[in-house]
């Protein structure tokens, strides 16, 4: 069975700032935590982390810098043998024009997803929002959605999974009762 995501508040909160900071651009970042062991077949996803040193070509089109990529495998390499772990990156895809964000990932997503090899990648959909709120929960097949002030928000986290040799991305569900309870919090008080 796929492991699930579990998602402490902090962590949460953090990328829907990272997401929310510089939208309609699109954001990147990466998260730590802990992987499954045999007692429990989940991730723990504890922190998020914003990329600073990014490179944008278009909204949709953005990197790391070769620098911060450099630094970062240093980085990865240091911590590594402490906890939390390096579990992966997330990235926003924020609306284009009138189009609704799509939160599949894209070619060049998986592409890099392969070539990286880490555990998860979390693509966040971020829309605008006329009126009213949403109340956040997790959607039948495992994401998250919910409203923030005044945009949507879609939460999908992939790992890797082996379909006849070829490795193609699998959505994994989302569990993050503590983050869902304070953010439905937020929109009665507001
Ligand atoms: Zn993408």
Not at 110 to 127: R, T
Not at 154 to 175: C, T
Request: hydrophobic letters at 40%; a positive charge; glycine letters at 6%.
């Amino acid at each position: 069975m796929l492991p699930t995501v579990h998602i402490r508040k902090e962590a949460l909160f953090a990328m829907i700032w990272s997401t929310f900071e510089v939208f309609k651009k699109e954001c990147l970042g990466f998260v730590l935590g802990y992987r499954p062991t045999a007692k429990r077949n989940y991730f723990l996803v504890t922190d998020a982390i914003s990329i600073a040193g990014l490179r944008r070509r278009l909204n949709t089109e953005v990197e790391w810098t070769r620098r911060t990529k450099r630094r970062f495998q240093r980085f990865r390499e240091l911590i590594n043998p402490m906890f939390p772990k390096h579990l992966g990156d997330f990235h926003s895809h924020p609306e284009w024009g009138d189009c609704k964000p799509l939160v599949i990932m894209s070619d060049f997503d998986i592409e890099q997803f392969i070539k990286n090899g880490y555990d998860l990648e979390f693509i966040i959909g971020i829309s605008s929002r006329r009126k009213g709120q949403v109340f956040w929960e997790i959607q039948a097949d495992g994401s998250l959605k919910g409203s923030f002030n005044s945009f949507n928000f879609h939460f999908n986290v992939y790992a890797l999974v082996n379909d006849n040799s070829n490795l193609k991305p699998e959505r994994l569900q989302i569990v993050a009762p503590e983050a869902i309870k304070a953010l439905n919090r937020i929109q009665l008080k507001y």
